[in-house]
């Protein structure tokens, strides 16, 4: 038996991802965050709101979506907070030496035990501090199986080459990735993005649940294991750093799984979706014409939001028309419980609307969506359980939502009930809708 087996063996998914998926995910989606699923050259967060919608609409209900990032959980959080971001099913951390379940974050104590093999830590620290060149990260990026430096270009892979050579000669087993120009990471060697992924995928195997299709989305050096997984596909995305494209002209150029996207960070992996055909690839914020007809409740609880948004924002026009359409998408005495626990009919609510038109024009107002999962109550209706957020300028609001949709009467969605918690340490507003 292998270590990985081993490790499969002792699982313990800590979350319920397995009582959501009753079969394989369709898609498993394994993402990098800097400047791939994140753009930090776009202030307005334009692609990643643009995935954000695609996700929550389409695959939410019966995909798995993975970040994997060289983050450590601190600055993995701290990115949370400072980008819209939706929350994944499952986070590999620390370039794939840590990995964590759910929204809760629940470590997955098996890969922990699997990476004590041939590592030790205090020899790495006492090794790596006979090279000048290399200069030590912050100490949040220093994690139990990760220890990172800066380097300079030049110098990389001289001192790679060297270090390497001394580790083993200490008996350890090593991996040093190189990323983004600057960054060095010296691992076990059965860590890394790529080796988590495998982890993960035999996990799945593991309880009969084998994803569909797996699509890999990065940009840089550590990212490159990932599309040597076998069956996988990858993007790079367009703006991919020259270390992982010069691993692909010299390790996978004749790949067809792999592509090299003409779109920058999250449109390229949407621009991927696409490409291979892996499912829906229209995100709702991309049609100007948001129809009445969802053909899911994921679609509808997002078609909602961006109705508002844009409503909102007066990007559409202000009618009674409009109103009366909302009206007609409502019990008109079903319940609205606001975040601030007063209560409304849901024509009260929809009254609302009218005195929040155009209020955020101008602004830097999005809103979106997390976590938007439907439960089915009978053949025409469906608890849907979701986060909601607002983001004006640098300000967020956010409150967990619970709401009860009906298709009874109609070919459309009736929404019968609202109830809307504050989110801790949120914004408060009376105007929130
Ligand atoms: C992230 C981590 C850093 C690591 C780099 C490349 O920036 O914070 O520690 O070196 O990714 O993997
Ligand atoms: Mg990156």
Request: with cysteine; charged share 25%.
């Amino acid at each position: 038996m292998t270590g990985t087996e081993e490790a499969v063996i002792g699982l313990n998914w800590g979350l319920n991802i397995m009582d959501r998926l009753n079969s394989s995910p369709r898609l498993m989606l394994v993402s990098d965050l800097d400047h791939t699923m994140v753009d930090h050259h776009d202030p307005e967060n334009s692609s990643l709101f643009r995935f954000n919608a695609l996700w929550e609409a389409h695959y939410r209900q019966d995909s798995l979506l993975v970040f994997s990032t060289g983050r450590s959980p601190t600055l993995y959080k701290q990115l949370r907070k400072e980008k819209p971001m939706i929350t994944p099913d499952i986070a590999i951390m620390s370039v794939g030496t840590e990995i964590t379940y759910g929204k809760s974050m629940v470590p997955d104590d098996g890969w922990v035990q699997f990476l004590n093999y041939k590592w030790d830590k205090n020899i790495v620290i006492e090794e790596t501090s006979k090279f000048p060149e290399l200069k030590h990260q912050a100490e949040t990026e220093q994690r139990p199986h990760k220890v990172s430096f800066y380097v300079q270009k030049d110098k990389a892979q001289s001192v790679t080459q060297a270090l390497s050579k001394v580790l083993e000669g200490r008996g350890l087993d090593v991996k040093i990735i190189y990323s983004g120009g600057i960054d060095l990471d010296v691992l076990p060697k059965g860590a890394g993005k790529g080796q988590a992924l495998a982890y993960l995928l035999k996990k799945f195997e593991t309880e009969g649940k084998p994803p569909l299709n797996t699509l890999a989305c990065g940009d840089s050096g550590n990212d490159a294991e990932l599309f040597s997984i076998p069956g996988v596909y990858g993007v790079m995305v367009s703006n991919a750093q020259e270390e992982l494209l010069q691993w692909h002209s010299q390790n996978a150029k004749d790949n067809p799984k792999i592509l090299h996207a003409s779109e920058r960070c999250a449109s390229g992996i949407i621009q991927a979706i696409g490409h291979f055909k892996l499912g829906p690839n229209l995100s709702p914020r991309d049609v100007s014409d948001i129809g009445r007809e969802g053909s899911s409740p994921g679609l509808e609880i997002v078609n909602t939001g961006l109705l508002l948004e844009k409503w909102r924002r007066a990007e559409i026009e202000n009618t009674e028309l409009f109103i009366a359409g909302l009206k007609a998408t409502v019990l008109p005495s079903g319940v609205c419980i606001h975040p601030s626990g007063a209560d409304y009919s849901l024509e009260e609510y929809i009254n609302m609307f009218r005195k929040v038109y155009g209020d955020q024009q101008g602004k830097q107002f999005r809103t979106w969506v997390d976590d938007v999962l439907a439960t089915q109550l009978g053949s025409d209706a469906w608890l849907m359980k979701f986060r909601k957020w607002e983001l004006c300028g640098e300000e967020r609001k956010g409150c967990y939502v619970t709401s009860i949709l009906s298709k009874k009467d109609s070919d459309w969605f009736t929404l019968v009930h609202l109830h809307q918690t504050w989110m801790e340490h949120s914004g408060q507003d009376e105007w929130f809708l």
